[in-house]
């Protein structure tokens, strides 16, 4: 019973443009990955992010939403990405005596890990026969989205593609990295949180705090030093290396 | 909290313009994360308000990159098309720099460590 009310239909049509869907549609999308985790016992595989992204695209494509129309709304909770970056000073800045101590170490490892990130994509991604966009965009697919999509872009890559790249990436990370210490029989928190962070920036951070606080402000650490090492760098590089490939 | 969200937009704010006005290839917040960083040393350490605020952004730290992560829908055809190379791109790098990463740590900090 609708005495002044709309179909269905007309409804529907309303709220999928308004950004309120998007945005409450993320949250419980985000949700229902988190509750699936946990019911997992926090099982690698069933990492919400990864969930939470395969229900919502399911979704948008069941319903033939364009994924504009859903960031207009999304855009909110994409927005907090700024400030949360900005707040893991805090984290980072209670491990501060550790991390001095560090230091030297933990910089050659930054180096170590940030050239391996970069050269074994773009090699392996060449060895393969991926076109020179998808390679560009491939690079600098090891730090944080922002900084990932404007290096691509300099670089002549696709910023769009690269941020799909750079959050696939930290699901792997997230998802590989407990195994693989296992296997490496690897059990220093710091040790573990800041290859995480080198490896798979702010995807990898958000896996390392449930480690701990240690494991996470070690990998904030890095996500940030590899940040700035690889939008130093990769300008560099990259260009040489695809001269060299041709 | 009002006070600690400001303060991080703030911080944010001040980055993006340090970027903008040096165009320096690194984004705005990851400055930001650099002054509060050199803020927290010079003062002492963050008020509980700030920490208590931090903390509760960064236990969600994961769904902020969902949004993104959906624009996987707009590449599906080119990832269709070149999916072996990157994904073994994708996978291959990852875990080597983790490989590569921890290894390299933990050879040199043990090291350190007996010196010490």
Known sequence: MTPHGQSFGEIWVYLSTSPLLG????????????????????????????LAVISLVLLLWATGTPYGTYFDGAQFVHFLLGPATVALAIPLYAQFDRLKRMAGPLLVALLAGSLTAALTAVLLGKLLGASDATLISLAPKSVT??????????LGGLPSLTAVLVILTGILGAVG????????????PAVQGFAMG???????????FQIGEQAGAFSALAMGLNGLLTAVLLPMLLPRLMEWLR | MLKAITLLLLFQLAGEAIALFFALPIPGPVIGMGLLFATLALRGGPSPELRHTAQNLLQHLSLLFVPAGVGVMLHIQRIADEWLPIVVALIA??????IVT????????VREEKRA
């Not at chain 1, 990295?177 to 029989?185: F, H, S, T």
């Not at chain 2, 921890?102 to 900090?109: D, T």
Request: positive net charge; contains cysteine.
């Open chain 1, 145 to 154: 989205t922002p900084i990932a999509m404007g290096i691509a872009e300099r």
């Open chain 2, 93 to 98: 790098s990852t875990f080597a720099a983790i």
């Open chain 1, 23 to 50: 945005l409450t549609l993320t949250l419980l999308a985000y949700q229902g990955a988190v509750w699936i985790n946990q019911r997992c016992g926090g099982h690698p595989l069933a990492n919400p992010v990864l």
């Open chain 2, 102 to 109: 921890s290894l390299v740590l933990r050879v040199l900090h």
């Open chain 1, 198 to 208: 080198v490896a798979s920036h702010g995807i990898g951070t958000a896996r390392a």
């Open chain 1, 177 to 188: 990295a407990q195994w693989l210490y296992a296997l490496m029989k690897c059990r220093d």
